[in-house]
């Protein structure tokens, strides 16, 4: 997948579509505050960076996103599991859970913003509300995927519920956890950003909202272009956090040696070809 020749290629793709944009901007005469060229958008990237306001205002969005994430991640993997594995609590919590994530969090940060202020405890909490919801669904999931042949073993062999929680339950349950952490992590960059959009002090989403005011279209450009930068890298972190704690994994393993032989060059395939097809 990720051979040399592929990232050549895609960053090949990629200056081709920068190129294009910079002429059909050029040959149309479109306006900065339409669609600014791609020229501007790096100019005020690079005027973002060497003044520091980029800097300072993504240590407090990231800063907001990661905690948001923490706390609504660890929120839903509790309230997960204590539903996988108490009937009694899915039962009467489950359903409040489900209504409270039908309220559209948008018509919610008004109010989140009038209780916590415009700091950010308010964009934090709107953070952990929109990361909390998927990682209780895969946790829920997880946990009840287990094989029920095994966990009736486990029982014939006196194991507790402990045991089987954290001998069985558990290690199956951790790649769909891992999985909620990757879509709750995109959810909290993207609700923190919402946040401070209705309202903040700082924060990249702030940053946006007044050069929308000012018309500074290639700046909101640039802004988004860091956004995107962002969340590639904190999916990236997820990923590679994710290959090391799920080695066991079948599907993991096979992702990995698919991807190493794809990186081999031909030289080095021909002779394991060659190998099976004589002890066939």
């Known amino acids: 997948m990720k051979t ?11 200056v081709l579509f920068l190129a294009a944009w910079e002429a059909i901007v050029a040959g149309f005469g479109v306006p900065d505050f339409i669609l600014p060229p791609p020229t501007k958008v790096l100019w005020a990237l690079y005027e973002g960076f060497a003044r520091g306001i980029y800097l300072k205002h993504l240590s407090i969005t990231l800063t907001e996103a990661i905690a948001g994430f923490a706390i609504g991640s660890l929120i839903g993997f509790a309230i997960g599991a204590g539903i996988a594995l108490n009937r009694y609590l899915e039962f009467f919590l489950y359903p409040y859970v489900v209504m409270f994530q039908s309220v559209p969090k948008v018509a919610l940060a008004p109010l989140i913003v009038i209780w916590f202020g415009l700091g950010m ?14 990682m209780m669904i895969n946790t829920i999931t997880g946990l009840r995927s287990a094989d029920e042949e095994r966990v009736n073993l486990m029982r014939s062999l006196t194991a507790t519920n402990t045991q089987i929680l954290w001998m069985l339950r558990f290690p199956t349950a951790l790649p769909y956890i891992m999985a909620g952490l990757e879509i ?3 959810f909290a960059l993207l609700g923190t950003i919402v946040a401070e959009f209705l ?3 700082a924060g990249l989403g702030m940053l946006l909202t007044s050069m929308n005011f000012s018309m500074d279209v290639a ?9 995107s930068v962002v969340g590639l890298g904190l999916n990236a972190a997820i990923v590679i956090a994710r290959r090391s704690l799920l080695f066991w994994d079948s599907s993991a393993r096979a992702s990995a040696n698919t991807s190493e032989q794809e990186s081999m060059p031909d030289r080095e395939k021909a002779p394991q070809i060659l190998s099976t097809e004589t002890v066939t």
């Open 219 to 227: 700046g909101e450009f640039s802004i988004l272009l860091v956004l």
């Open 199 to 201: 309202g903040a002090n």
């Open 121 to 134: 405890a308010s964009k934090i909490v709107s953070a952990a509300m929109v990361a909390f919801f998927p």
């Open 4 to 14: 040399p020749r592929n990232i050549a290629v895609s960053g090949a793709l990629f």
């Open 184 to 186: 709750a992590l995109t």
